[in-house]
């Protein structure tokens, strides 16, 4: 990376860089989305090694100039662990593990550092939980002060989680979006928007994904199948493996594939139907709280990303999720409900996956009631 905000990143409306101060989400221009560059993503002959501090080892490759400080906690670097599945052993990466019990922190690492470094003092985002506890976690470590709007019903110990870093919690009634309309009110009124979603920091960090799966496989995976609700997290992996090929690391990116919860799946009905089936789209209720986005931010990103690699989105029923959630505990890998959508899907997949399969376990069983 050049570390460059206006070099690594572009508005995907206009093409300008994001701009060196002021941390606008979306572009002053145009008011279009930031993307993280696929060509600023340089890495190195070879990683610092593991245990160096979390994502440090990872520290070129990442939207961050050199004299930035990584406010790390100790993130990245998880286990990538075996369970039998009918057919064959699936390779789960143990995302759960990450400092606050997600995989955000990897995003959230490289954007606090930035915030830090750009003076900002107070930020407020919205979360379903996760990114909201690991957006407090780095800013409690930085010092920043954070509110954080979260759907009220939201699972208990991910609030109380938020709260415990020493961030506002501030609970907005009804579904996810409402929590999305309230702190954008906020920014309005001059708030910086930490957003996991529309900063495009994070991007770089959840690319540090596909970095570590191919050093621990030794080669590229087949398949990698991950939850889907802004898409942040398959975009990031996409442009991971995309760096990887680039500098000859891989032959070919691994078939990409996307898995969401009946109740609400956009990116399914679009995958199958086109952009008129988003009609059809409700925001309804699921236990897979982190992936009920109406609206992914990243939907057409991710997208692309996995039609291009040969992938699929897939789909799972709310009874399919809590079965698979009780299988995974019983084989030692306890996850929360948006987790274990990725098992049902081994099955409906089975068909299009090529070996080795990676699932991503995204975050923690302690962080949802039973
Ligand atoms: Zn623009």
Redesign the pocket.
Known sequence: MTGDPSQDFR??????GHPADGFPH???????L?TLRPEAISLPESWGPPGEGGLYRFRTALPLAADVPLATLGEGNTPLVTLKHDRWPVFCKLENLNPTGSYKDRGTVVLASALAHAGVRQVVEDSSGNAGASLAGYAARLGIAARVYVPAAASGPKRQQIAAYGAEVVAVPGPRSMAAEAVLGAVELGAVYASHVYQPHALGGYATIAYELVEQLGRGPGSVIAPVGHGSLLFGLSLGFEALKRHGRINRIPRLFGVQAAACAPVWAVHRGGAAALLLVAEGETVAEGIRVRSPLRGDQALAAVEGSRGAISVVEEEQIEAARRHLALAGVDVEPTSAVVWPALDELAESLEQPVVVVITGAGWKAPR
Not at 11 to 16: A, K, M, P, Q
């Open positions: 508005c995907l409306g206009c093409g300008r979306l572009c002053p221009a145009c008011g279009g930031f």
